[in-house]
T-cell receptor
Framework: DTEVTQTPKHLVMGMTNKKSLKCEQHMGHRAMYWYKQKAKKPPELMFVYSYEKLSINESVPSRFSPECPNSSLLNLHLHALQPEDSALYLC?????????????FGDGTRLSIL | AQRVTQPEKLLSVFKGAPVELKCNYSYSGSPELFWYVQYSRQRLQLLLRHISRESIKGFTADLNKGETSFHLKKPFAQEEDSAMYYCAPPGGNFNKFYFGSGTKLNVKP
């Protein structure tokens, strides 16, 4: 299995809702990433997990809460989001966290905040 | 932070014409760079990495340390090459991954 799988593919939620995005990989990769991608823009790094520990938080607002329950799973918990948070959220993984490591991306979850 | 610059937002060429998508980097040392491609309605995927020095789908990219560039080239563009192309370094501390702003390649019939 050489894929990164993200669920759901689409999510519409109100500003008071709580929801979670899920990401799964079975390639034995030890680094996993969350990105946010707005239309016609490059992906922007949000979080990096390495060996199930949070390694990087790119000053992301606390209404986004990542979680890495095990080496294959990565979640992004959402609460009290704002309309400007509407975007495509991408998950990626790589063999290790570090230079020279190509990343494998999922299809993303398209999030719309009402 | 280690960054890359892609000066062209949009590049339009005719089928069969050569294409070059520009990428310049702004840091010293021995960078390791990648090109990623995002076809319409498909996931972002690795196209090639400079250390492998291979050709994927007819594309090549050579690291030029003198010009601090890693341009992506293809001698004869095909319509199916139309996509968004991102240049990316591994980032500072090798922990971060900053994409270039991207170049949209449009290959016209």
């Amino acid at each position: 299995d050489t894929e990164v799988t993200q669920t759901p593919k689409h999510l519409v939620m109100g500003m008071t809702n709580k929801k979670s995005l899920k990401c799964e990989q079975h390639m034995g990769h030890r680094a996993m990433y969350w990105y946010k991608q707005k239309a016609k823009k490059p992906p922007e790094l949000m979080f990096v997990y390495s060996y199930e520990k949070l390694s990087i938080n790119e000053s992301v607002p606390s209404r986004f809460s990542p979680e890495c329950p095990n080496s294959s799973l990565l979640n992004l918990h959402l609460h009290a989001l704002q309309p400007e948070d509407s975007a495509l959220y991408l998950c990626a993984s790589s063999q290790e966290e570090g230079g020279g490591q190509p990343q494998h991306f999922g299809d993303g979850t398209r999030l719309s905040i009402l | 932070a280690q960054r890359v610059t892609q000066p062209e937002k949009l590049l339009s060429v005719f089928k069969g014409a050569p294409v070059e998508l520009k990428c310049n980097y702004s840091y010293s040392g021995s960078p390791e760079l990648f090109w990623y491609v995002q076809y319409s309605r498909q996931r972002l995927q690795l196209l090639l990495r400079h250390i492998s020095r291979e050709s994927i789908k007819g594309f090549t990219a050579d690291l030029n340390k003198g010009e601090t560039s890693f341009h992506l080239k293809k001698p004869f563009a095909q319509e199916e090459d139309s996509a968004m192309y991102y240049c990316a370094p591994p980032g500072g501390n090798f922990n971060k991954f900053y994409f270039g702003s991207g170049t949209k390649l449009n290959v016209k019939p």
